[in-house]
């Protein structure tokens, strides 16, 4: 895991990424869903760089995370302190190298 710090729109919020390697591909599924042992009220599958993009954010604790796949590797972005909105905003600057 890495330690994270992230500016956006007249705001900074930390967090951390999580990279996993995965041999099989993962399918996303629409719907509440459980991560991080967090239920997410909010959820969002987007299109950014080419890539399926899952956007959740709970609105208890206020707390989002971004997970996509690229070269059979899961990144999960956890970020506290953080909207919906926000969340989709970071998201958006994802791009592949």
């Known amino acids: 895991d890495y330690n994270i710090t992230f500016s956006i729109t007249n705001a900074q919020k930390s967090g951390r990424v999580s990279i996993i390697n995965r041999e099989l ?45 690229y070269n059979d590797k899961e990144y999960s972005i956890k970020i506290d302190n953080c909207s919906f909105d926000e969340a989709k905003e970071i998201a958006f600057t994802i791009e592949r190298v």
């Open 25 to 69: 591909q993962t399918d996303f599924l629409v719907g509440k869903i459980s991560v991080y042992n967090n239920d997410y009220d909010n959820m969002e599958q987007l299109k950014i760089a080419g890539m399926d993009v899952l956007v959740f954010q709970s609105t208890d604790t206020y707390v989002a995370v971004i997970t996509y796949i």
